[in-house]
């Protein structure tokens, strides 16, 4: 069974940072049938893109404007891919969740293979 677990999560202020992981099990991290990603769904609006890696050549893909104040990473040796997120803003409110698609990044939703349960961050003004 394939599982993602999220964590890191929590409540920063305006202008704070915040660090998230992904735990992945019941997959082969270090091979090339997956790219890794997150997403994020705010209150009230659809689930959007926000980072992508393939761990195979560490190609990195982020969505529009969030590139420069977020970061992907992975790590083979721990199963492990996470999101560094700096001078958060109050509007990067969300949940924000990982996932798993099919060789290459998309960002599209419609090609998640699997998904994680999510974690919370809030931003306050």
């Known amino acids: 069974e394939v599982r993602l677990v999220e964590s890191g999560g929590g409540v920063v202020q305006a202008g704070g940072s915040l660090r998230l992981s992904c735990a992945a099990s019941?997959?082969?991290?270090?091979?090339?049938?997956?790219?890794y990603g997150w997403f994020r769904q705010a209150p009230g609006k659809e689930r959007e893109a926000v980072a992508c890696i393939e761990v195979g050549d560490r190609s990195t893909y982020y969505w529009n404007t969030l590139k420069g104040r977020f970061t992907i990473a992975s790590d083979i040796a721990k199963n492990m891919v996470s999101l560094e997120m700096d001078s958060l803003e109050p509007e990067d409110t969300a949940v924000y969740y990982c996932a798993a698609e099919r060789y290459h990044c998309s960002l599209s939703v419609q090609n998640i293979v699997y998904w994680g349960k999510g974690t919370l961050v809030t931003v306050s003004s």
């Open positions: 019941g997959i082969n991290f270090d091979d090339d049938d997956y790219a």
